[in-house]
């Protein structure tokens, strides 16, 4: 008798053990997009700190009370009414690249590219900047058509849009700077001949201002910044964009780290019936084969003669970590030389450099200039 129970509960052992497999979506990891009301959305230069600009994305749920009002043209003003009002429900905020990336044909590439903005010409250009390969053209995404002190909308340019983020059919919060690369490569003539002429004589070029990342976030001030001229500006209609290299690790920081900005704190994300976990973009490399290399028709900001220095701190600590973030916001992780660094700003001007480097070694960390 024990002989056969003990029998029946092995069988029903090697039963549960033979029928569990776990279930693995074949493309767990693929976000999708989804179309919006390009109505509903904005894009901003916010400005901070001495001539600095970091972009923020409001979003209208429609219906609801309006979270912002315009003014003006070339460039638009903006007065961002969510700051008057607790605008939970009717509106939503990304201010960093937790909260926006840029997406071309359907891929990904916020792991790949940095959104920032620059001067230029008299006005502000919305760029992605690569992150870690300096040869890469970088790719324009909007402009202010113009400048003046205060928020400033940026217009997309042709061929770009706001679309969200979906997985699994779920559409979060995440917004997508969507890019069509057939529609942008039909108008970038136009774009290059109206923005981004040719200079032939680097006299006439107007200088180029430095975008730096800080965490000062005092009333906007026009005072005068370190600048470089750009001894030329060229476009090019044949470089073409990789694809997303590896993911780096997302869970370098342990600690919370402090709120920075000016806005009210950001609204908790709706309840959702479903406990699962989104994951982080995963790259394609393994799917390559059928992915399309993207010519960069989009226009560039690059010139032969422009030396670019990036500023690297080596973090031991979540309390390094922390700290840099604290006084560069926009800081980012990354890797040199196959040791993990955070690199703090990309600047044109030496001197711009050596200031953010001593900024860094006066508060105790060990950065380092990279030409």
Partial sequence: MKLTLLSKTAAIIAFCFIGFTPYIPS??????QQEVNQDDLIAIARPYGDNKYDLLVIHQIP????CWSESGTNPVLVNPLLLDFDF???CERSTDSNGYSIRIDGQDYGLDYLLRIIEHDGELILVGTHRDDLNQSEIIVGRSNGIANGFIRLELNPGWRFTKRTYNGRVLSHIYLTGNSSA??????????????TRQNAQDSKPIREM??????????RASAALKPLSSVSVSLTTT??????PRSLSTITEPLPNFSDLPPLAPPPQNNSNSIVPPPQSSTNTNSGRKRLPDVVGSLSSISLERYRVIVATNTNYQKVKVRSLYPEAFPTSHNGKSVWQVGLFNDRDNAEEVHRTLENAGL?????P
Avoid at 63 to 66: L, S, V
Avoid at 187 to 196: C, D, E, K, Q, Y
Avoid at 212 to 221: E, G, I, L, V
Wanted: overall charge negative; cysteine-free.
């Fill in 63 to 66: 219906g609801q009370q309006k």
């Fill in 27 to 32: 493309n767990a990891s693929t976000f999708e």
């Fill in 212 to 221: 730096t990342f800080t965490a000062d976030n005092q009333p906007d001030s």
């Fill in 184 to 197: 942008i490569e039909e108008r970038s003539p136009l774009m290059a001949t109206n923005s981004f002429r």
């Fill in 366 to 370: 060990k950065s380092t200039i990279i």
């Fill in 241 to 246: 964009l990789s694809p997303p290299s590896q």
């Fill in 88 to 90: 939970t429900g009717s």
